[in-house]
């Protein structure tokens, strides 16, 4: 399988402040028809998880534009451009170009 | 507005069996792949079982593969989840989830349905 390794596990970031999430695969993310299958969720606490991007860098609809993601291959990051209080949560990142689809083991962001 | 409503899950005995189902609206659900991942108390994810828009493919992981099986049933809008053989380890709270048409595209998820497995 491939293992997704997030990091940092625990990031507390202040009010207005920039987070950056890091993901990394063990293989290659990169599918036979072109795309990259990495996408970011946000699970806020009592919640289901909520896609925010796929496809590495596209944001879902109603995603603030202060989401944004990047990377290629196996190293991947989600940034938050500026932390707001409704962003405290758990994120993780998952890959759906190798069967089974899996996830990272998700980083938590707490405001400090 | 897509809906995705679990239910079926409840307190089971180690060996038994459970069915859930997921009922969804607000899409054309013959056209979506769908799947079913779930989260142990305190835990990460695992994505579990996904099925084609037709139902003709089906996957499991390798930690329930021959134990539990995933169909639908594209008249009632309706996703399953046969889970039988049931452990501790098994405890989690399952999600459906919505192909985007495809599920390694998931953009939807449901609020989850509780399985609990113990004596």
């Known amino acids: 399988d491939v293992v997704m390794t997030q990091s940092p596990l625990s990031l507390p970031v202040t009010l207005g402040q920039p987070a950056s999430i890091s993901c990394r695969s063990s293989?290659?993310?990169?599918?036979?028809?072109?795309?990259?299958?990495l996408n970011w969720f946000q699970q806020r606490p009592g919640q289901s998880p909520r896609r925010l991007i796929y496809?590495?860098?596209n944001r879902d609809s109603g995603v603030p534009d202060r989401f944004s993601g990047s990377g290629s291959g196996t190293d991947f990051t989600l940034k938050i451009s500026r932390v707001e209080a409704e962003d405290v949560g758990v994120y993780y990142c998952?890959?759906?170009?190798?069967?089974?689809?899996?996830f990272g083991q998700g980083t938590k962001l707490e405001i400090k | 507005e897509v809906q995705l409503l679990e239910y079926g899950g409840g307190l089971v005995q180690p060996g038994g069996s459970l069915r859930l189902s997921c009922a969804a609206s607000?899409?054309?659900?013959?056209?979506?792949?769908m799947g079913w991942v779930r989260q142990a108390p305190g835990k990460g994810l695992e994505w579990v079982s996904s099925?084609?828009?037709?139902?003709?493919?089906?996957y499991y992981a390798d930690s329930v593969r021959g134990r539990f099986t995933i169909s639908r049933d594209n008249s009632k809008n309706t996703l399953y989840l046969q889970m039988n053989s049931l452990r501790a380890d098994d405890t989690a709270l399952y999600y459906c989830?919505?192909?985007?048409?495809?599920?390694?595209?998931?953009?939807?998820w449901g609020q989850g349905t509780l399985v609990t497995v113990s004596s």
């Open positions: 099925i084609s828009s037709s139902g003709g493919g089906t």
């Open positions: 998952m890959q759906g170009t190798h069967w089974p689809y899996t």
């Open positions: 989830a919505k192909g985007s048409p495809v599920v390694r595209e998931s953009d939807y």
């Open positions: 496809r590495v860098s």
């Open positions: 607000g899409f054309t659900f013959s056209t979506c792949s």
């Open positions: 293989q290659s993310l990169a599918y036979s028809d072109g795309n990259t299958y």
